[in-house]
């Protein structure tokens, strides 16, 4: 049974900094894409970075580009989102997903940039 499980969201003041976490379990780690998407309230999900599978091309959305780094460790079946710099519009509900033929996906983690 495949598993995809986020953590390390929590509110944070803007120009604060925070790491997201995901680990997968039950696949190939090593064989997926790894996406973090975001969804803010009444507003479609979007792409915010992805990896590829040995973690050598990266993608980001324009709207956190040299503010997110996102980063995997196949040995340890885990990919990150390091956010900096965040802004109350970074405010959502982070998703980690996991493509290959098939997509998995985590049930999410808030975060929540706020004075």
């Known amino acids: 049974q495949v598993q995809v499980v986020e953590s390390g969201g929590g509110l944070v003041q803007p120009g604060g900094s925070l790491r997201l976490s995901c680990v997968a379990s039950?696949?190939?780690?090593?064989?997926?894409?790894m996406r973090w998407y975001r969804q803010a309230p009444g507003k479609e999900r979007e792409l915010v970075a992805g990896i590829t599978s040995a973690g050598g091309s990266t993608n980001y959305a324009d709207s956190v580009k040299g503010r997110f780094t996102i980063s995997r460790d196949n040995a340890k079946n885990k990919v990150y989102l390091q956010m900096t710099s965040l802004k109350s519009e970074d405010t959502a509900v982070y998703y980690c997903?996991?493509?290959?033929?098939?997509?998995?996906w985590g049930q999410g983690t808030q975060v929540t940039v706020s004075s």
């Open positions: 997903n996991a493509r290959s033929m098939f997509d998995y």
């Open positions: 039950g696949l190939t780690f090593s064989s997926y894409a």
